[in-house]
């Protein structure tokens, strides 16, 4: 399998505005959090990108990826009919093709060489299914996030036979679905906003549509469980971190951590002493 | 031996199933204790569970039943008894006070070495073993609730933050009046139809799940001739406040509290809404982490349904009475936590059913919420959950269970809903076609009988066994017959399993008010009675009688009667808690089941508005948030128009406006009944005074501090003991005293039946002497029966009528009165001679200094942990209650007989002399001399000749009966106070640790020379003729005599069949206390145990049966022969 098409998607209204948001890099230059993103997908090789946008947004989006833009292909999502539905709205962008998938509003640093991506598009290729990344997450984030349950695949660390997905699962449903061998108490393995998924996802988006109502919303998590039992589908743990730039300071924390993983990592942690320090002395 | 430990390790079911007496049969003391060595090591050793646990109860069994009988044989000699030797250690009694039960069996093992075995050794071994075995099943049960999938990550939540649940996005959306929707669960309660041995209670199913099974129907509830139709009688209602407060309301209990902080979410007996505070815990709502978090119940709400919101959940069980065995308050605590769980999008549906995984998840978390509550009865309890009629078994734990290697069986078991083919619905309707269903109205405890379940089954006693092993082949008939619609034969077997198995596995399931509910079903419907079938734990309470369905109206009709005659006549002996009632009810083919209210719909039950309404009309309208004002605007409009609403208005103004009539009549009763009953308000008022004023209380019914409390000497004691060398050669020496005293005529008997026997029923206010506590020859007894029934055989055996003399008080005088006429005597050749009593007292609100005395610096009992909290939070909430009420003021709120007290047993003699009947006693029989005083529980006493010719020979005014104490034997005992031989009672000892080494226990058997006695008080047989002189020798007497502050129990009963118990505070000046008068000559008596003990819990009946005790005293009574025997 081999992966040369990366979709975004940047529709829901929460998430419009965040891929606009203007952050420092680790090179110390001032991009915007989508062109951070694009350049995350590059390097894994894929140069072919379509960004799903709220209808009239294209041209924010266009000015916001600088000089990634004559490479993104724009799609509209014309009904804010939820994530499933955006991501199909890239189908006749992916065709039969797979694809990696990434949440507009998400930031990733890596823990490793290999940025987040790269480590995900790797590792799909070489497993030749689709993979979710993940992240262990604590409980009292599910409420956040989707959340996958399987066991450890016998050959590799950190790579995980997935059984079974759920939309942000209350603790209760957790604790009977998903338990993880291997992982602390009280912590699941919840999506980190990047999947490189194959065509079969295009497949079950599609036939949930058509199996839906008019005007009722399309999820992801329940393709992605059917795909969990209709062909092999992994979940894998990068080294790296993924950063929510739509909660409550997430754009600083993001800031923050590509900031303190740059090149300007001392000049940010003395600027962050400095405040702690006065912040202390006037206390 | 070796085969004991074949028993608790083999995995073979003829050697598992052997019970501990097979293998013990003969053996010696020696061969005991050696038994006792080698179980105790075992069960240090073993890693398994379930092993450990029986060897405990095998140690048990051992030290309370075969070692005493052993050791009985060659019993201690006075002198080392007297010396202490074999006493219990204080240290291993404050152990197990404290709950430190390992060591507390070190305590006493180590004195066993030093000094040997003892009877009271072996009490207190038995004692410590029984209970680290039921705390060891409770912690392992207490593990696998926590344990469960899907509770866990409740016990790891500490912070608000952590809160993962959201609430339900439906339940945001608000009506355009501003109404929030209500999410309504109703749930049907669930019937046992087969009652398989109480096989559902975790102990038995976690060790024998192959044995536990039931099955177990849904049914909607009415009561007959109340409610239109059955419609499931439990519903648990939510909705979102825009408050940040939890706002928790009992409909039926009309209990509602806005709870703001999360300690008082764990206070769960502060108010009577600890049900609904277990349910929010439960499930997940406060997390059982939050406890003692310090955090913020507000902040916890935030996190969960948006900033400045509440929640407010409501319960309702259509007033259908508490006590019914179809476990109404289980299905109510299953329905709130299914309410909380959909509210919070635990369950994949906010409304209509349940997913079976969801169902299983509702019973886990309900099994958890009754441990909170400290409650907890069997796995079938939440049935109702699940829709229809359903097969629920034990499961065999399996590798990938929790449970594997810890025990046999997993926690939770199976359910198996029948279709139908498996059960058509046509049998189901002839069972709904012959069924009548009923509640008793007596309200028991059934928490000991699934103790005793539990122990018999792990010891696999050979009767017990046998009857278990017919009870589970009799599961197959009844489940074919069922099936087939075969109601007759099933009705016929359902007895029959009543009968055989259940009342031989627990005799105590059964009593004398249902064996007359059932003979006179059979009287009146002949054939067409088909049988009876028990509900739940024990009978009394829910209950079943099958009828030919031709009959079954009539029969409603007619068991309502029946019921009614039945209590009419036992109320007086047995605690009921509220009218009997027949009961509508149908299979319910949905279980538990949601809907959403929305709109004008959104109403809660409407006996909440009769709770809520006052509050609010004293509210100005404009400080009601928009979602009240809407909802209280539906309201107005739907009492208008729905039928249901009805009765609504009337109810709210009886709330309002209280009838005040009714008030003012029962306080008037009261003062009625005080001034018929010889109340001296004057001695009152200084009472009160004395109490407010910490002259008197319970600390100050203490000796001295400095008092010298020590062990009696040799000489002090006379050994009577039959099973002694010594004793027996004394008693025969006097015997034949005794036999001419007794034909002569010389000797009567007094029993002192005035109490109100609190211990025995918690504060119910029956009579104690009118109990038919058990079964003895054939039929079920009272204690009356009972010392009745000997001086009958002393009567057959001398041709002599000792005078018998019951002492009554305001409380027991007319119902013994009225019993013994209504018996005839009880087949006494002459009246049995009722004494009135004289005076009463009337209870007082006890103060905060004597409850905390009482609760704080007094050695009591500790309760398991969630069981302490739950009492600790209750006492809180008395000592509230005494501060609210007023401390030492009159307690009123309560029947009159409840709050008038009887004024202890020493006054019962003076009553003698004061109501003439002594006077008229001695004119009718002048040679009359001596008397046998003897309390109500003191079964075992009676007119043995040795011991009469002792008392005759001796010239004492005064012989008093003692025994070697055992560890239950708590109070005081024979003394040398200060170097003063007497008796002490045990409120009055300055240090817990005195009473512990006193080797004797007074069993207040007095042998009294009536002579003596008067002249004592200054009278003598012509002067008792003289009222003036008598009231003025009682009064002198009295005042040299100490009074006692003392706390009872009192039961107060309310709505439906609810029960509330209050400790209240009154006075008592005690018998024993005479012993300290120098100029009354006292002499002491050691008695044989069964002569001597006495029975004052109903959970002492099973160990007294066991021990040999009730087949002693069938030995010593001569029953009336019941109609029909000759």
């Known amino acids: 399998m081999k992966i040369q098409k990366a979709v975004i998607t940047a529709a829901g209204k929460s998430q419009r505005s965040l891929p606009l948001q203007t952050l420092v890099d680790r090179d110390g230059t001032s991009k915007s959090a989508l062109q951070i993103l694009v350049e995350e997908i590059r390097s894994a090789g894929i140069e072919d990108i379509a960004v799903i946008v709220h209808p009239g947004d294209q041209a924010a989006f266009a000015s916001a990826a600088g000089s990634h833009a004559k490479r993104l292909h724009f799609i509209e999502q014309t009904q804010p009919r939820g994530f499933g539905h955006a991501v199909l709205a890239a189908s006749p962008f992916t065709t039969r093709d797979p694809f990696l998938l990434l949440v507009g509003d998400h930031l990733y640093v890596s823990g490793a060489a290999s940025r987040c991506a790269q480590q995900l598009v790797e590792i799909a290729q070489s497993e030749d299914c689709a993979v979710s990344a993940v992240q262990a997450t604590h409980e009292s984030k599910l409420p956040y996030y989707g959340a996958v349950g399987g066991r450890l695949a016998a050959h590799r660390k950190g790579l995980f036979e997935i059984h079974t997905v759920m939309e942000k699962p209350t603790p209760t449903a957790a604790e009977q679905e998903l338990i993880v061998p291997g992982l602390r108490a009280g912590h699941y393995l919840c999506f980190f906003g990047m999947h490189a998924l194959t065509a079969t996802v295009m497949d079950l988006l599609q036939s949930a549509l058509q199996s839906s109502g008019s005007s009722s919303s399309i999820a992801l998590s329940p393709a992605l469980a059917t795909l969990a039992r209709q062909e092999r589908y992994l979940a894998a743990e990068l080294a790296g971190r993924r950063y929510d730039v739509g909660a409550r300071y997430g754009l600083l924390t993001a800031q923050l951590a590509i900031a303190l993983d740059g090149k300007d990592r001392d000049e940010v942690l003395t600027a962050l002493l400095e405040v702690m320090a006065s912040r202390a002395r006037s206390a | ?1126």
């Not at chain 2, 004023?693 to 004691?717: F, Y």
């Not at chain 2, 918690?762 to 058990?774: R, S």
């Open chain 2, 1 to 1126: 031996m070796k085969n004991l430990l074949e028993i608790l390790t083999s995995t073979e079911p003829s050697i598992r199933h052997k019970a501990l007496e097979a293998v013990l049969e003969g053996a010696g003391a020696e061969e005991l204790i050696q038994a006792s060595q080698i179980l105790d090591r075992f069960r240090r050793d073993t890693d398994n569970l379930y092993a450990r646990v029986r060897a405990l109860l095998f140690l048990a069994c051992i030290h309370r039943y075969q070692l005493p009988q052993a050791l009985a044989l060659t019993p201690p000699a006075l002198e080392d008894i007297v010396t202490g030797k074999g006493a219990l250690p204080f240290k291993g009694c404050e152990q197990l006070l404290h709950r430190r039960f390992e060591e507390a069996i070190d305590t006493f093992l180590s004195t066993v070495e030093a000094q040997g075995y003892s009877d009271c050794l072996c009490s207190a071994l038995a004692n410590a073993y029984h209970r680290l075995a039921f705390q060891t099943l409770a912690d392992q049960v207490r593990r696998s609730v926590r344990s469960v999938r899907g509770n866990q990550w409740m016990f790891r939540m500490g912070h608000p933050s952590d809160q993962p649940l959201r609430i339900h996005p439906e339940l945001l959306r608000r009506s355009p009046e501003g109404a929030y929707p209500i999410l309504r669960e109703e749930t049907p309660v669930r019937m046992d139809l087969t009652h398989s041995g109480w096989s559902d209670i975790f102990f038995l199913s976690m060790d024998f799940p192959e044995g536990a099974h039931v099955i177990n129907a849904s049914i909607d509830l009415g009561v007959h001739n109340r409610d239109a139709h059955p419609r499931p009688p439990v519903s648990a209602w939510l909705r979102v406040l825009d408050e940040p407060v939890l706002r928790l309301t009992s409909v039926d209990l009309g209990a509602t509290a806005d709870v703001t902080s999360l300690a008082e979410v764990f206070d769960f007996a502060k108010d009577h809404l600890g049900l609904l505070k277990a349910a929010v815990i439960a499930s997940g709502v406060v997390p059982p982490g939050m406890e003692g978090s310090g955090q913020s119940l507000a902040a916890l709400l935030a996190s969960m349904l948006g900033p400045g919101r509440g929640l407010e959940i409501v319960s309702c069980v259509n007033d259908i009475p508490k006590g019914s065995r179809l476990a109404v308050s289980t299905n109510l605590l299953g329905s709130l936590i299914a309410v909380c769980m959909r509210a919070t999008s635990q369950a994949t549906s906010l409304t209509g059913t349940l997913q079976e995984s969801e169902r299983r998840l509702a019973l886990a978390r309900a099994l958890l919420g009754e441990w909170l509550g400290g409650s907890g009865g069997g796995w079938q309890d939440s049935g109702g959950l699940w829709p229809g009629v359903k097969w629920i078994r034990g499961v065999t734990a399996k590798e990938t269970d929790l449970e594997w290697t810890i025990s046999r069986g997993r926690l939770m078991p199976e359910h198996h809903v029948f279709n139908r083919e498996e059960l058509p619905v046509e049998a189901l309707r002839k069972l709904e076609q012959s069924l009548v269903l009923v509640h008793g109205g007596l309200a028991q405890n059934v928490g000991p009988i699934l103790e005793m379940v539990t122990e018999k089954y792990l010891l696999r006693s050979r009767r017990e066994w046998s009857a278990r092993s017919d009870s589970l082949s009799l599961f197959e008939t009844l489940k074919e017959l069922l099936k087939q619609g075969e109601i007759r034969r099933l009705g016929a077997e359902t007895t029959n399993n009543f009968r055989r198995c259940l009342c031989t596995i627990i005799p105590w399931a059964t009593n004398a008010y249902t064996e007359r509910l059932i003979s006179d079903a059979e009287a009146e419907f002949g054939d067409d009675f088909w049988g009876f079938w028990m509900l739940g734990g024990m009978s009394g309470g829910g209950m079943g009688f099958l009828f030919a369905p031709h009959r079954k109206k009539e029969a409603q009709a007619r068991m309502l009667q029946i019921m009614h005659a039945a209590k009419r006549d036992l109320q007086t002996g047995l605690p009921f808690a509220m009218e009997p009632v027949v009961y509508d009810f149908s299979i319910n083919e949905q279980g538990t089941t949601a809907t959403l209210l929305e709109g004008e719909a959104a109403l809660m039950p409407p006996a909440y508005y009769s709770i809520m309404i006052p509050a609010l009309l004293k509210k100005d309208r404009g400080s009601l948030s928009q979602a009240r004002r809407a909802e209280l605007d539906s309201f107005g409009e739907a009492s208008r128009s729905d039928p249901n609403l009805r009765d609504v208005v009337p109810k709210l103004f009886d709330v309002l406006l209280p009838r005040h009539r009714a008030e003012s009549q029962g306080s008037n009763s009261l003062h009625e009944l005080l001034r018929i009953n010889g109340f001296d308000p004057i001695q009152h008022e200084q009472i009160r005074q004395d109490l407010k004023e910490g002259r008197i209380g319970l600390s100050l019914n203490r000796l001295r501090h400095d008092a010298v409390i020590e062990c009696p000497k040799t000489e002090d004691v006379t050994d009577v003991r039959h099973e002694s060398k010594a004793g027996r050669s004394l008693l025969e020496k006097h015997r034949r005293t005794g036999e001419t005293s007794l034909r002569n005529g010389e000797i009567g008997v007094v029993t002192l039946a005035a109490g109100a026997g609190s211990r025995w029923t918690q504060g119910a206010g029956v009579c104690k002497a009118l109990h038919p506590f058990a079964s003895l020859k054939g039929r079920h007894r009272t204690f009356l029966e009972v010392h009745i029934a000997k001086s009958r055989r002393t009567v057959s055996e001398f041709g002599r009528v000792p005078p018998h003399v019951i002492t009554a008080s305001y409380l027991t005088y007319d119902p013994i009165r009225t019993r013994t006429s209504a018996q005839r005597n009880f087949g006494y050749p002459e009246p049995v001679i009722v004494s009135q009593g004289c005076s009463v007292g009337l209870r007082l609100v006890p103060t905060e200094r004597d409850l905390r005395f009482a609760w704080e610096e007094m050695a009591q009992q500790h309760l398991d942990e969630q069981q302490q909290k739950v009492r600790d939070s209750l006492r809180a909430s008395l000592i509230r209650w005494a501060q609210t009420a007023g401390e030492a003021s009159d307690y009123t709120d309560n029947t009159p007989m409840q709050c008038m007290h009887p004024i202890g047993h020493w006054y019962e003699v003076p009553n003698l002399l004061r109501n003439g009947l002594l006077a008229q006693l001695l004119a009718r029989n002048p040679q009359l001399k001596h008397l046998m005083l003897h309390n109500l529980d003191t079964l075992g006493a009676n007119l043995d000749p040795g011991i009469i010719g002792w008392h005759v020979a001796s010239g004492r005014c005064l012989n008093f009966e003692v025994i070697t104490r055992r560890l239950e034997d708590r109070g005081g005992g024979l003394a040398r106070v200060n170097g003063q031989l007497r008796l002490v009672e045990g409120l009055a000892l300055p240090r817990e640790e005195d009473e512990f080494k006193l080797p004797h226990y007074n069993s207040m058997t007095t042998w009294i020379c009536i002579d003596a006695l008067l002249e004592s008080f200054g009278l003598d047989r012509d002067s008792l003729q003289d009222r003036e002189r008598v009231a003025s020798a009682v009064r002198s007497m009295a005042a040299r005599i100490p009074t006692y502050v003392t706390l009872k129990d009192v039961k107060k009963r309310w709505g439906s069949g609810q029960e509330d118990v209050f400790p209240v505070a009154q006075f008592e000046k005690l018998w024993s206390d005479l012993t300290m008068l120098p100029e009354i000559q006292c002499g002491y008596a050691l008695v044989s145990r069964q002569r001597g003990q006495q029975l004052k819990d109903p959970a002492q009946l099973d160990g007294w049966v066991r021990d040999g005790s009730a087949a002693y005293i069938e030995s010593l009574c001569e029953f009336e022969p019941s109609p029909g025997q000759t």
